[in-house]
């Protein structure tokens, strides 16, 4: 019996032990036995931040895209929001597949996650149509207006804002350099997915910048990125120049359009400066990942209690002309001390 009593006094102890000791979690313990939270991560001011979650949703993986989105996560931790501590990311990617891209649109309206980034115009539609409640920000879209995202630039309306990637005067001055360094082209060759909206308005105001500057445009479509290279070939012999808009389908296969204008010797301009970097040979545009940064800073106000529809849609503030030296090497492009005057030049001599 006084046996038993010992035993009995040991393993309570063992059990008040026990309960003294932190939580998996690794809160601490006070005094008392309770256990107190960990503390909240803080920005750059102090300020606690409470712990979200965002779902991001983006359609494709290319050079741009990704940019944007590392960008958007740049900002926020920026501002306090520290992955695994205060801030869940779940990261979805349609792989070009629009059935898969209504999904993760689906899934996240299903999870109720607290802010959406959309990234580039198909995933914005997609998410857009699936919620009208869970705030959205969007990233790399060519025109929100057409694709219906926003009921007007500066007074967005809804549950959606974000930041375009269509510097209103890009296009038109990439037409105009075509013209510029290679004042013999007649034809321009242009490959893009017109299931894409934002394709089908980038080539449209291609076609109008061409036509005062005697330009005439070759189109050939394509439905996924399997198509691209047999659509550039189909363009050899037709053509005296390539231009490919901000197309996702089309810029998610380029090395197969640059491959036939190297091999063809056909300059290739492309519709923004990583397609220069990835092997084009001229574009104008910024960088991606400034823009995401944006966006990002967009989403903290949102976070913080401001309402999307009262934040205007954002634009690209500055514009740049970039030349790839290596690829002009490979298309057997003169690379003039004018054109090195106008524009920033790949890799940097």
Request: aromatic share 6%.
């Amino acid at each position: 019996m006084k046996k038993s009593f010992v035993t009995l006094l040991s393993a309570l102890m063992l059990v008040a032990a026990a309960c003294g000791t932190s939580t998996s979690n690794g809160g601490e313990t006070s005094g008392n036995g309770s256990t107190a939270a960990p503390a909240a991560p803080t920005n750059d001011s102090g300020d606690k931040q409470e712990a979200v979650t965002i779902g991001i949703t983006q359609i494709v993986e290319h050079p741009s895209l990704d940019a944007a989105r590392e960008g958007f996560l740049a900002a926020l931790k920026d501002a306090g929001y520290t992955e695994g501590e205060n801030l869940t990311i779940d990261y979805q990617n349609a792989q070009g597949d629009m059935n898969t891209n209504v999904t993760i649109a689906q899934k996240f309206a299903s999870d109720k996650v607290d802010l959406v980034l959309a990234i580039a115009t198909p995933s914005a539609q997609a998410m857009a149509k699936a919620s009208s409640e869970i705030p959205i920000v969007f990233t790399a879209v060519t025109d929100p207006l057409g694709a219906k995202l926003v009921d007007s630039l500066e007074k967005p309306g809804g549950n959606v804002t974000g930041v375009s990637d269509t510097h209103p005067d890009a296009i038109q001055k990439t037409m105009e350099s075509v013209k510029e360094f290679f004042p013999e082209a007649k034809n321009v060759g242009i490959i893009y997915n017109n299931g894409e909206q934002n394709s089908v308005v980038n080539v449209e105001n291609a076609k109008e910048a061409m036509g005062p500057l005697g330009l005439q445009p070759v189109e050939v479509t394509v439905a996924n990125s399997s198509e691209v290279k047999q659509a550039a070939d189909s363009l050899v012999g037709r053509v005296d120049v390539i231009y490919i808009p901000k197309d996702n389908t089309v810029v998610s296969a380029l090395d197969a359009v640059v491959m036939v204008a190297n091999d063809k010797d056909i300059p290739l301009f492309v519709g923004e400066t990583d397609s220069v970097k990835a092997g084009g040979f001229a574009g104008f545009g910024f960088e991606y990942r400034d823009l995401g940064y944006t966006t990002g800073q967009m989403a903290i106000e949102i976070l913080k209690g401001k309402n999307p529809s009262d934040i205007p849609v954002g634009f690209p503030a500055k514009l740049e002309l970039m030349m790839n030296t290596k690829t002009a090497k490979e298309q057997n492009i003169t690379i003039t001390d004018e054109m090195k005057s106008k524009a920033i030049l790949y890799p940097e001599e």
